[in-house]
T-cell receptor, first 114, second 113 residues
Framework: AQSVTQLGSHVSVSEGALVLLRCNYS??????LFWYVQYPNQGLQLLLK????ATLVKGINGFEAEFKKSETSFHLTKPSAHMSDAAEYFC????????????WGAGTKLIIKP | DAGITQSPRHKVTETGTPVTLRCHQT?????MYWYRQDPGHGLRLIHY???????DKGEVSDGYSVSRSKTEDFLLTLESATSSQTSVYFC????????????FGPGTRLTVL
């Protein structure tokens, strides 16, 4: 069965520091992978997606993610954290046997320390 | 922006009453989804639709029904609301250049007393 695991329900970094949010997946088919961001009291917004093209995917707000098949990972990074990056981040993978249903990670709340 | 609106945005209701949440989209997307979001559970799929009058269950469909009589509207009904259905409900549509990306509405916060 497919699954998504996000390591760390909360990650805290200092402003200006590297942001690394981890996502590992299991999939029996070539995966389509997504990162979404949710700011407080808002809906989810697409950050970036991997659809079997380039393994390094660039998204909005300076975020990027690298697909590593050998590690079944799709970690999200940003070189320098900003206070406005404080939000919850969700990783998801499309189910291989479905009508475009997504399997979601539990989410990681990113905390930015001044 | 996938042109999705949800109504109401906030609702407080009593246990045992029926509740209907509406999702409206303006982009003529075929697929629509209803999720609930609860702390520690991420997003869980309730029901989805792949066309007018074509719907199917998700992983947490008990106590919920849906209807889609028009492309633009996808209704979620709680037949008899319970406190366990207190949650934030999100609607999404499938869009993007490859029609492989879900885009979300702003959500409805439902409290069942």
């Amino acid at each position: 069965a497919q699954s998504v695991t996000q390591l760390g329900s909360h990650v805290s970094v200092s402003e200006g520091a590297l942001v690394l949010l981890r996502c590992n997946y299991s999939s029996s088919v070539p995966p389509y992978l997504f990162w979404y961001v949710q700011y407080p009291n808002q809906g989810l917004q697409l950050l970036l997606k991997y659809t079997s093209a380039a393994t390094l995917v660039k998204g909005i707000n300076g975020f990027e993610a690298e697909f590593k098949k050998s590690e079944t990972s799709f970690h999200l990074t940003k070189p320098s954290a900003h206070m406005s990056d404080a939000a919850e981040y969700f990783c998801a993978v499309i189910r291989g046997d479905s009508n475009y249903q997504l399997i979601w990670g539990a989410g990681t709340k990113l905390i930015i320390k001044p | 922006d996938a042109g999705i609106t949800q109504s109401p945005r906030h609702k407080v209701t009593e246990t045992g009453t029926p509740v209907t949440l509406r999702c409206h989209q303006t982009e003529n997307h075929r697929y629509m989804y209803w999720y609930r979001q609860d702390p520690g559970h991420g997003l869980r799929l309730i029901h989805y639709s792949y066309g007018v009058k074509d719907t199917d269950k998700g992983e947490v469909s008990d106590g919920y029904s849906v209807s889609r009589s028009k492309t633009e509207d996808f209704l979620l009904t709680l037949e008899s609301a319970t406190s366990s259905q207190t949650s934030v409900y999100f609607c999404a549509t499938l869009a993007g250049a490859g029609r492989d990306t879900q885009y979300f509405g702003p959500g409805t916060r439902l409290t069942v007393l």
